[in-house]
Structures are given as C-alpha cells and as structure tokens.
C-alpha cells in the first residue's frame, strides 16, 4: 500500500494510509446504484453497507433497530420487580458508577420514577475512599432502610457486596464483562454475562437501562396502567453511549442519533446548563457529547463530589442544574492541571520504556481520577492498549484503554484470575484494576503477553487513516450536511477524514487551555479555518506555532461553527505534513 501524498513521517510522526481501491469502486457502485452523493456512498462503502441497507442505515429508527428486551437473560423478573416496587410505594435505592454512563443511568430510572410520582435515593461511591462499584458496607446500609436496590453500570463482579445486601432485592443493570459466577441478586441483566451469546454486548449501561424500561413499560401496560414516556430520554442514553466508547452499530446508531435530535430541543434542564457553560452554541454532535459535555459531568467523580453529574443530569429545576453545572466546569478546569501533570510524567515514562505491544506507566501520588483519561490521551499518541496506575500507600489503582481488535477488559479479568493483581474488570474498550504495587511490572509483563496475539494481526499502528483527498473550496456546509446523513460517527464508526493538499499556513496562535487554531490557503481560493485540541501537548502544536509561511499537507475531519448566526466549515486538524 503506498503512502498517501506520499506521507511515511508526517508531525505525529505517521505514515498517512488512503482508502482502499476495492472502497473506491464500492463507493462509487453504490453512489449511482442508490443515488448517493458520492462522500455519502464513500462513507457507507468503509462500513460494508450494500445497496438493500442503505436507506436504512441513513435513517436508523428505534422502531426498526430496537432489540426485544426480552432477549437478554434477567430482564423478565427485573422488570416486573422494579414496576412492582414503584407502583406499590416501596423504597427503593439506585446504586450508580460515579462516570457519565452510570451517571446517565441514573438519572434514566429517577425520570422514569419521578413521571410515577415517585422519587429514589441516589448513592454513588466516593472514588478514592469507596473505589469503584458496591461496597459491602454501603450495600448494607441501603438494605437496611429500602425495600430494592438497583445497580446500575457496575455489579456484575460485586459478590461480596451484594451479599451483604441480603435485607433487601438487588437488581444489577450492567455490561462490564461478567465472570464465571454472578453475584447474590435477584436479577443480573447484562449483555456480557459469559452466558450471553454477546448479540447485544456493545450496549453501554445506560442502553441496558434503557430496554429495561421498555419492558417495564410493557408491563405497566397489561396492568392497565398508564406508562412513563421514554422516547424524551433519549438524549441520555446517546451521552452515555458516546461518553462511554461504546461502538456505534446496531441500535446504538438510533440512540444516538435520535438522542441528539432531542438533546437539540433543550428540555433537559441538566443538559441544557452543561452546554451553556460548555459554550456550546451549534447543534449537539456525537463530538460534543464526547468531548464537551462528558467530561464535565465525569468531573464531578474523578476529582470532586461523585454524585455531582448525576444530580445535574437529573435535576428538574433550572437553577439547580445551573448551579451544579458551574460546580462541575470549575473542577473540569481543576481535572485538566491535574491531569498535564500526571500525563506530562506518564509520557515521559512510555516513551522511555519504548513497548511495543502496551504503553504503560505508574507513579507515586497520581490523582486516580485522571488516570484514565492519561491512559486514553497515551493510547491515542502511541496508538496501543495502554494502561495509567496511580500509586498510594503501596496499592496501585489504574485504568486502562483498548485499540479496536483487542479486548482488555478479559485481559485484566485473566491477570485477576491468576493473581497477579487484586482486582480488575471492565469491557472491551476500557477496564479498570488493583494492583500491589511490588507487582505492577510483573502484572503489565503477563498483560502484554495476553493481548499480543490480538495485536499481531493488526497492521499499520502508526498510520492515519485518510478518506479522500479534498480541496478547500469543496468545503461547504451543504458537504457536511451530506456527511452528517451518515452519522452518527464515533467509536466504530468514524467520521471521514479528509486530506488537504499543499496548502499554506496563512496564520497559527494558540488557543486556551493547550489548543491550537490556523488558517491555511490554497491560491485563489478561500482559507480553510482549523482548530487542533490539545496539540499543544504533543508535536503537532509546537511544530506548527513557528512555521507561519510554510506549506504542508494537512488532515482532520471537518465540522460545523457558528458564529454571527452563520454557520461556516472548519477543520478538525489531526495531522500536518511539511512540504
């Protein structure tokens, strides 16, 4: 395969990697086939979508694509219980993740509670004193004053705590790889347990949630009773969904792009702060979601009150939300200064240690809050599983996160089974583990000896994948209007990028915390804005801020701005080539 603009080094330091002929002819088959604009048809082309489903990959509807509930293993008895508890006044008690799916979570089960009157008592554990997922005093403690105890995006491996749990029906709603054994409760409904046949394993928790609901409604229906709406809360179920990584196939794709569709009517009280004071000023994107709102509301758990984004995206009062919002931008802007400094040292470390099969590091004093998203800013720069471990009082906690193609979340239940570390579980994309810390060389050893396998069929770690060669002029609002028909894009299905060739860089300055924004210009044509986030913590900011004047390829996905009531296009800018 030749190297695109004939790239091998670009900034970043990647090889640029163009579509593959066989996409080309596809492409261009199912553009005159299907009347497709042909970048649409490129885009289904990448994703194998053939001319019988191409309409219906275009408008992905949840009457078409949502799954029966009742296929996953559980959901009968979970169902019946939770609406047998809120129509009879029971107490009932939610048991949330401090991240944005169990955040999300529940906040989906409080608005379906709160449209029947009825109300719940959330808890969500204290990250650094509780640690991630039940507990055995919490669960109970909750036990003893409620009648049901829903866990939402966490359970599936908490054994002992559930079983402490014994006063009151436990309820686990989940989707973390589950083991060999399920925990002590009434009801496990996971489309990860080991006896699941996985058809429905790329839900993220609040998805899980959100059939459960479905079937509630179901029930509430033979009984005669009048159902919640669900289809208003869509706008969760897509957050947590993008903010969770979870791929965007399957029914996935209606949630979120139905979810951001409501998201856009601002309804949601919680929702409509976070964009605010995220300055979100255009139509919610799978980007915003992932980048924007999901580490505000992450904010509140990893380095501040674990409960803060739950409450926000539950709050039904406008000031409430307004108030909670703010708390949580100000300890997102704490997480980021707290976060430079633990992946300033962790860089430091991978490239020191030069792995070629897991990017790892572990440190003293690391804020456990950020080190997983230390581990996926070092994912993203060596394009490999890596693992972050913050280290206190001789016990390592860390986070790790996957490359497609290599499931890490049973690489870490594999280290836990065989001892190596104290703990550990999670998902394909993303896990989480305990570890002495005497024992985290011998634990990463045994991790990159698990996961090599999955790697040593994957080519081409440190290429960038480009769609098609575009000139600025071509730029237009009405392409992206083409391209966003295909989205939602995200985690498995992500959005074209496009490569510029021999442009000018007419003008560059830095932008707030680590940003970077340029303007570049073919002759005669006009200049094609670009932003970069975060570049300056890597080679692509400092290599661009002094070459004014100089000409470069460049790539990155385009997006829409508003600004002045008009919308213009700009460059997501990922990669640069020097001329």
């Known amino acids: 395969m030749t190297d695109f603009l004939n790239v091998s080094d670009s900034l970043t330091h990647r090889r640029w990697v163009g579509p593959d002929d066989n996409v080309t002819r596809r492409a261009e ?37 949502l799954p ?28 949330a993740d401090y991240d944005v799916d169990g955040g999300s979570s529940a ?3 409080l608005d379906w509670l709160r449209q029947q009157g009825r109300d719940a008592t959330l808890y969500i554990p204290d990250r650094i004193d509780e640690g991630y997922g039940p507990n055995a005093p919490a669960m109970a403690e909750l036990a003893a004053s409620h009648d049901l105890i829903v866990c939402v995006d966490c359970g599936t491996l908490s054994h002992d705590a559930l079983a402490a749990a014994d ?42 949630v959100f059939l459960t609901l479905v079937q509630a409604g179901r029930v509430l229906r033979e009984q005669g009773k009048k159902e919640p709406q669900l289809l208003p809360m869509l706008d969760l179920v897509a957050l ?74 539950s709050a039904v009062d406008a000031a409430e939300a307004r108030k909670l919002a703010e708390m949580l931008d100000d300890l997102n802007r704490d997480r980021r200064a707290i976060e430079a400094a633990v992946r300033e040292e962790a860089l430091a470390q991978v490239e020191a240690r030069g792995d070629s099969v897991l990017s790892w590091a572990a440190g003293e004093g690391w804020h456990p809050g950020v080190v997983g998203i230390v581990a996926a800013r070092i994912k993203e720069r060596s394009n490999l ?33 065989e001892g190596l570390i104290e703990k550990g579980g999670g998902h394909k994309m993303a896990a989480g583990l305990t570890v002495a ?48 028909a295909a989205g939602p894009f995200g985690q498995a299905a992500p959005a074209p990028r496009y490569a510029f060739s021999d442009l000018l860089l007419d003008s560059v300055a830095g932008m707030g915390d680590g ?65």
């Open 515 to 579: 940003h970077l924004r340029a303007t570049f210009r073919a002759s005669g044509q006009n200049p094609l804005e670009a932003v970069a986030w975060g570049a300056m913590s890597g080679p692509l900011g400092p290599a661009l801020m002094g070459a004014k004047g100089r000409r470069f390829h460049i790539a990155g996905k385009l997006e829409l701005s508003q600004w002045g009531g008009r919308s213009r296009v700009r460059l997501r800018l990922d990669d640069a080539a020097s001329l």
């Open 29 to 65: 088959a199912l553009s005159q086939t299907a009347a497709l604009p042909l970048p649409v048809a490129r885009i289904l082309a990448e994703r194998g979508v053939v001319v019988a489903e191409a309409a219906g990959y275009l408008a992905p509807t949840l009457r078409d694509m």
């Open 240 to 313: 947590a969904t993008v903010a969770d990584v979870a791929p965007l196939i399957g029914v996935n794709r209606a949630f979120v792009r139905q979810g951001l569709a409501i998201m856009a009517r601002r309804q949601r009280p919680g929702l409509v702060a976070l964009s605010d004071v995220s300055r979100l000023d255009t139509a919610p994107s799978s980007f915003h979601l992932g980048f924007m709102l999901g580490p505000r509301v992450n904010a509140g758990g990893r380095v501040g009150k674990a409960d803060l984004g739950a409450r926000c995206l």
């Open 437 to 484: 810390a005497a024992g985290i060389e011998a634990a990463m050893a045994r991790l990159a000896d698990l996961i090599a396998p999955e790697l040593a069929g994957r080519s081409g770690v440190n290429d960038l994948r480009i769609s098609g060669l575009m000139e600025p002029a071509a730029a237009t609002p009405e392409l992206m209007d083409m391209i966003e």
């Open 167 to 208: 006063a009151a029906d436990v309820i686990v709603l989940d989707h973390h790889l589950g083991g060999e054994t399920l925990p002590p409760a009434l009801a496990v409904v996971n489309p990860n347990r080991q006896d699941e046949d996985g058809g429905l394993g790329h839900l993220c928790a609040a998805g899980v």
């Open 107 to 109: 906040a989906l089960l």
């Open 68 to 95: 029966d509930p009742l296929l996953l293993r559980d959901m009968e008895p979970a169902a019946a219980r939770l609406v047998a508890a809120a129509t009879g006044g029971e107490r009932i008690a939610i048991f």
């Open 385 to 417: 599983p890596s693992v972050v471990i913050g280290v206190e009082d001789g016990i390592g906690k860390g986070s790790a996160r996957s490359v497609p193609g290599v499931d890490l979340g049973h690489a870490v239940q594999r280290l836990a089974a």
